[in-house]
């Protein structure tokens, strides 16, 4: 494009546009609104050297990092100096056009910021003005949000409200709402009518609430709007104690709490009663006027419960000010019925008593409504079936009876239904619910009128059949399985629920019902394990593979003291090697255990069972503890080796383990970038905010980290990117089959490209043979471990094969490195 053609192109844009020559860096044409903000003609910039009208070192430097091309379009904000001295604040946005003739050149397009910048510091500028009013206010001031987030509030709320400390250091809306709710008197009756306020984004409210400090506060709830429309609320809150202290003012009061749903009397220090609203009428069926001046023991019942409650409520209030609980209350008629009572002492200034004020609710229907839950206690609210409580019990009828009729025996079916978390899952909870009621359904049409089908919660059932033996139970669990093979309908869906059934009898397989269920149970898992839908007997050899669980456990709690010789646990190291010269840089720590009675034991079979009891942290310590150690003396004969320790979630989440590792490595005088902890995926994505704080921890120290089994876990690149991570482990799963299978080989590649891409670097386990070997490294793996190389060696081995080969000297010049 010749220059005469830029011209009427630049002229017609908005905003301000010089062209620059991508060689001189000198301005070769620039429309009128590029001279209009400059204050200066087009001809008097043209020629003009771009960096002339940089303002700042900053930005010389930004356009010698241009002219060495480090970006073809670069967006930035800066500011430009006028023929005046004066500087204007633009965005700048630079992008290098190449011409046909092979000439470049520089389109800069400028946006002028001043209005903007102008309008920031005037909206600042109002709204420091605005924090000044609400600070200025006498009343407490609370600003949330639609949904209740508090968005802001002013000291006097606090005040107001004695907030700790603590909840006005940080953000804890949960912790202040929590706070104001147990410092109000009627709680139920402040949370009730907060959450009608919630729900009304338009309602104006006037409110009264008594503080257990003794304190009144008159509450104004008003809807914030931006725009005409609500975008939040404003609390008001206002200490009116004193007004309420006044006679006067005490009639004033009146016509707040008149409204009230609730009974509400006031009483002087000597629990005369001084007011009364409506609300008492429709409790006690006394006309306000006539309870003026009578005692407020003339509303307790004469209950002997009233009788002994009464003297402690009155000793509670005098000294705590305040007191609520449960109470009767006798009515005009002299019936006596329960309610929900609050009472307050309200002081003056000087600290001295000067009324009483009380809160009834009626809870007739409450205690109808209790009476109700003790009947729905013994039954399963979903499918009405009898829930656990009752089932307890007729269990336990049963085994009472057949004791006593010594030929008598019953059997327990425990059923689960197979596969129905997918149905919650695709259907949603609701369409499970339906699935579970037309279960129960059906298991009671397969029982007898004698027998007792029970939900124990979730998709589990049980079944007691009466009087029984193991025929009888058998045909029960193929009439339930056949019933609940037929298909299910629910609108235009048809589909087939099985269920796995296991079977335990009294008293041959238990003779208490915990013992029963939990055989059954046993039985039950035993099905699924072999392919489900079907029903089986318990057999004692079903126990078997607990025992052995719990054997392990034991045997491996005592293996963490035992110093015998060639007993108990000991660790192994296996060679890492660069790929680039074949030299052993490192090792990986390997647990083995050999017991005395059990020989030797895989890691395999003792490792899933410490994570599930816990052990698994000390045996990681105790790892740890070893491997620091033998690098420290492998160090000290002059072998820097990197020694590669595996940490468990549940190590890597304890509150000490960052110090432990410090501790460990000071103690043993190891440099820490000897160290290098690997983690497994699902360590990363578990809190991730706290594993960031403790991987930042261990950064500082010095130690390495890396991800082991990397691409069998949750994989995600916005960990890889957030976390300070050195080293990605390609799993074994995805070498084993190199280089002839496509799909590992793709992504293998993809591992190490992103890997590069993030300057990680990538070590891949497991490699075996040579053509896996020669692939990795055409691929650009940095580093391998596997059979290739040597298997797990134990340290006296280990040691041997480094001197005898060579190893990366770190931190000093390399030794001399035989091939491995």
């Not at 050297?49 to 010698?64: G, K, N």
């Not at 009730?192 to 609430?209: G, K």
Request: net charge negative; with cysteine.
């Amino acid at each position: 494009m010749s220059q005469p053609a830029w011209l009427p192109l630049i002229e017609g844009m908005i905003e301000a546009v010089w062209i620059v020559d991508a060689v001189d860096l000198r301005i070769l044409a620039v429309n009128r609104n590029a001279a209009k903000m400059l204050d200066t003609t087009p001809s008097a910039m043209v020629g003009m050297p771009v960096v002339e009208l940089a303002s700042t070192p900053e930005d010389v430097y930004f356009w010698e990092d241009v002219a060495e091309g480090l970006s073809d379009h670069i967006l930035s904000e800066t500011l430009l100096l006028r023929p005046d001295g004066s500087t204007i604040p633009v965005e700048r946005r630079v992008s290098r056009v190449t011409l046909g003739d092979a000439h470049s050149v520089y389109v800069v397009g400028i946006r002028d910021q001043t209005e903007e910048q102008r309008a920031e510091a005037e909206l600042e500028k109002i709204v420091a003005e605005l924090r000044a009013t609400l600070e200025s206010t006498a009343d407490g001031i609370l600003v949330t949000d639609l949904n209740g987030a508090i968005r802001g509030y002013n000291q006097r709320f606090a005040e107001l409200w004695d907030l700790p400390q603590h909840l006005m250091t940080q953000r804890d809306d949960t912790g202040i709402y929590g706070w104001l709710a147990q410092n109000v008197a009627d709680a139920a009756n402040y949370a009730a009518r907060l959450a009608v306020i919630l729900r009304s984004p338009l309602l104006e409210t006037n409110d009264i609430l008594m503080l257990r400090s003794g304190m009144v506060l008159e509450r104004v709830t008003l809807p914030q709007y931006a725009r005409g429309h609500p975008i939040g609320r404003v609390y008001s809150f206002r200490d009116i104690t004193q007004r309420l202290a006044d006679e006067s003012q005490l009639k004033l009061a009146a016509q707040v709490f008149g409204t009230s749903l609730d009974a509400i009397f006031v009483t002087d220090p000597s629990h005369t009663i001084v007011a009364a609203n409506p609300a008492c009428e429709q409790l006690t069926g006394h006309a306000p006027a006539t309870l003026l001046g009578q005692s407020i023991e003339t509303l307790f019942g004469d209950t002997p419960e009233q009788q002994k409650l009464s003297p402690l409520l009155f000793a509670t209030l005098t000294t705590q000010n305040f007191w609520e609980g449960e109470l009767w209350h006798r009515n005009h008629a002299g019936t006596n019925l329960p309610c929900q009572a609050s009472l307050v002492q309200v002081k003056d200034s000087e600290g001295q008593l000067t009324h009483i004020i009380g809160f009834f609710k009626d809870l007739s229907e409450t205690f109808s409504a209790r009476k109700r839950i003790e009947e729905l206690a013994y039954t399963d609210t979903l499918t009405g079936l009898p829930n656990r409580l009752m089932l307890t019990e007729r269990i336990e009828f049963a085994i009472s009876v057949a004791r006593r009729e010594h030929d008598s025996a019953f059997a327990l079916l425990f059923l689960d239904l197979d596969r129905f978390k997918h149905i919650n899952d695709s259907l949603g909870h609701q369409f499970g619910d339906r699935v579970l009621v037309d279960v129960a359904e059906r298991i009671k049409d397969c029982l007898r009128q004698v027998d007792t089908a029970a939900r124990l919660g979730g998709d589990e059932f049980l079944v007691l059949l009466h009087k029984t033996d193991e025929r009888g139970a058998e045909i029960t669990a193929r009439r339930i399985l056949d019933r609940l093979s037929q298909p299910f309908e629910f609108e235009d869906l048809s589909f087939t629920v099985t269920c796995s059934i296991g079977v335990s009898l009294f008293p041959g397989d238990g003779d208490s019902m915990d013992e029963l269920i939990k055989n059954a149970d046993a039985a039950m898992y035993h099905v699924k394990e072999r392919g489900r839908a079907g029903f089986r007997f318990y057999q004692r050899q079903m126990n078997v593979g607990l025992l052995t669980r719990m054997k392990l456990d034991h045997a491996m709690r005592q293996a963490l003291a035992n110093t015998t010789p060639g007993e108990g646990f000991r660790l192994n190291y296996q060679p890492q090697v660069h790929f680039r010269d074949n030299v052993i840089f490192g090792a990986e720590a390997l647990i083995r255990w050999r017991d005395a009675d059990m020989g030797e034991i895989a890691p395999t079979q003792f490792i899933p069972i410490a994570e599930e009891s816990g052990v698994i942290i000390a045996i990681g310590n105790w790892v740890l503890e070893e491997a620091v150690r033998q690098c420290a003396a492998w160090m000290a004969k002059g072998l820097n080796i990197v020694m590669a320790v595996n940490v468990s979630a549940l190590q890597f989440q304890q509150a000490d383990f960052v110090d432990r590792v410090d501790e460990t490595l000071t103690r043993h005088g190891l440099p820490p970038a000897l160290l290098e902890l690997e983690l497994t995926e699902s360590i990363l994505v578990h809190e991730a905010d706290e594993t960031l704080k403790r991987l930042e921890a261990l950064a500082a120290l010095g130690v390495r980290l890396a991800v082991d089994d990397f691409g069998t876990g949750y994989s995600s690149l916005a960990y890889l990117k957030r976390f300070p991570l050195h080293k990605l482990k390609i799993d074994r799963s995805f070498v084993n089959d190199l280089p002839d299978d496509e799909s590992d080989a793709a992504i293998v590649n993809a591992i190490i490209q992103m890997a590069n891409a993030l300057h990680l670097t990538v070590l891949a386990e497991g490699v075996e043979d040579e053509p896996q070997r020669r692939f990795l490294l055409a691929a650009g793996c940095n580093e391998c471990q596997g059979f290739i190389y040597a298997p797990a060696l134990d340290a006296i081995a280990f040691e041997e094969m480094a001197i005898t080969r060579g190893i990366v000297q770190h931190g000093s010049s390399f030794s001399a490195a035989a091939p491995l």
